[in-house]
């Protein structure tokens, strides 16, 4: 649990998770480099030509309509570094990562490599893989995360789940074909958009030349070393560190970066001892249609009742749902909450087999046929809201 913790928070945090080393430290176990992004799943549809025009017959010569002059347009960016150009630093990385949030579209592949050592023996070893669309309109995002070695948590060598999050509704694969869906929450913008703490110290990166095209991105390239990262890796001694970002010569938003470091107690899985680390992060299919929808079953339900017909009271959110329990929560006090359920419950047909109330909890059994429903009334005193939780047995 505490290796996915650390995953997790890499990913959902920064985009990585460093910490520290240093000082005089053994000769590290290399580390599985970034593989190549693969190709995305679903190709963006290519544009097609326009069809050609029918040419009608000439009647006659005619001279061409003159042309108005046009502005001449800006120089391209030079691909070499002008002989007389002085040394160019980025400007702003913080802004570059805020110009990816203003993109329709795009889809993201994120690689991480760890290794650490103790007493110059590899002690734990593991990669994580996240690929992911992006879609600002609705905001959505689809994420298929992939651990495997040490970063793995259970017993398989290789663990994959998922997590679709439109606008405030969020879902998480528990096993396959199985879903929980979270209700109302704050939309979570794209995994790499919380990584000030990172980007912040990399204004200042040197520029290298020539430029380069990553996945069809014309993008400007810089250089950074453990100088930009002194203040991330806020423990332990960091020995080495080094690596590159791309940014879009149109747009300025950050389409790549690359990033190798080495140190005394890394902050990688359990063990504290010299580790080295290796990521890599891209985006493509920039603009792309991508379509992002809920999964299938992943709709709260509630057995026993079709969809839409378990009776909720007028202002009730959903905040957890599950093949089998969901929990919801109303502004209504525990005891207008049962007398909201004894009638509407009864009203369809179910009868009260059981009951018992203590102050502001309450528990309520109900069945109908073969089908059985409970539900547990309590106060939220953190919330100041009656928490609803809702059991389906059968479901």
Known sequence: MKRLHLMLTFVLVAGLLLACGGGEAPTPTPVVQPTEAKAPA????KAQPPAAEPTEAKAAEVLPTPVPPTDTPAPPTPEVKPEEAEEELLASAEAALEALSKLKSFRSHTHYAWVSQEEGEEKESGEFEMRGEYVAEPPSQHTVITSSGDAAMGEEESETFEIIQIEDRMWFQMEEDEWMQVGQ???????????EEFL????????????ETVNGIR????SFTERELLSFFGMGELSKAEGELWVAAKGDFVAKYTVHAEGKGLALGEELGYGAMD???????VGAKIVIEPPAGGEAAIAGFAA???PLPEDAEMSMSSPGFSIFATALPVAEVLEFYEAGLAKLGWSKDDETILGDFASLSFSKGAQQ???MISADEESGKTQIMVTSPEG
């Open 42 to 45: 679903v190709e963006p549809t």
């Open 185 to 195: 929450q704050e939309f979570l913008p794209n995994f790499l958009m919380s990584a």
């Open 200 to 211: 912040r110290d990399l204004s200042g990166a040197r520029r290298l030349w020539p430029d």
């Open 219 to 222: 993008c400007r390239r810089y």
């Open 279 to 285: 990521m890599l992060y891209e985006i493509s299919d």
């Open 308 to 310: 839409g017909e378990f």
């Open 373 to 375: 429903v409970d539900l």
